[in-house]
């Protein structure tokens, strides 16, 4: 499991993290990422692939939701501006606020035809 | 409701499932949200899910292609890049590194019967 390739202009390539993720634990458990992914076909004797794949998801789906809270917060803010300030405004993450921030990743959401 | 009509159980997965919508949910509050509606929850556990499922089935299909079994970096590298995705080590580091990062204990596990 070499790959020296992969070096990027910092200086720290793929193969460092790599090392890194010997001892570190996703905030998933690796049970139930390793769950996921024997269901698809795969099977390591190395950890750290199963670590690195769900490292992946995790950030995938955090970049969605923190993109999202941007747009809530641009969207409150835009509401908010003329009137007195709020205090301790609560945020709730709705498919409005995620419907825009998945169309900029590339994935469509089409609500269910009857959908009530 | 008529007595008839049941609803239908959710497939099997229902434990990971709910692991799943446990770390969506833990985002969502790292990101500053208080509250999650139902559908959007439901959405992104779904989509981790299926990205996680994803995954492993493109690694496994680059891994065969090469003609071996055990799956190496540059496989995981290859399915990742397939999907779209930016392999990024110093994004990736910073990400797993953050001190924010929330933490589920690993389920319990039942200690095997004596025989």
Known sequence: ?116 | QPNHIKMVEPPMNTSRRKMIQHVVSLFAQEGGFHTVEKPVLELLTEMFQASLFEFGRSTRMFTELAGRVEPTVGDVTMALIDMGFKVDPVGLRNYSRRHTRPMIPAPQTLPLPKR
């Open chain 1, 1 to 116: 499991n070499s790959s020296q390739d992969s070096s990027d202009s910092t200086g720290f390539a793929l193969s460092d993290l790599l090392m890194q993720l010997e001892d570190y634990s996703p905030t998933i458990p690796d049970a139930v990422a390793n769950h996921y992914l024997h269901m698809a076909g795969f099977e390591s004797s190395d950890p750290r692939m199963s670590r690195l794949l769900s490292l992946a998801a995790q950030k995938f789906i955090s970049d969605i939701v923190n993109e999202a809270f941007q747009q809530c917060k641009l969207k409150g803010q835009v509401v908010t501006a003329g009137k007195a300030k709020v205090k301790d405004k609560k945020y709730v993450l709705t498919m409005e606020d995620l419907i825009p921030v998945l169309n900029e990743h590339g994935i469509a959401i089409r609500k269910p035809p009857y959908y009530t």
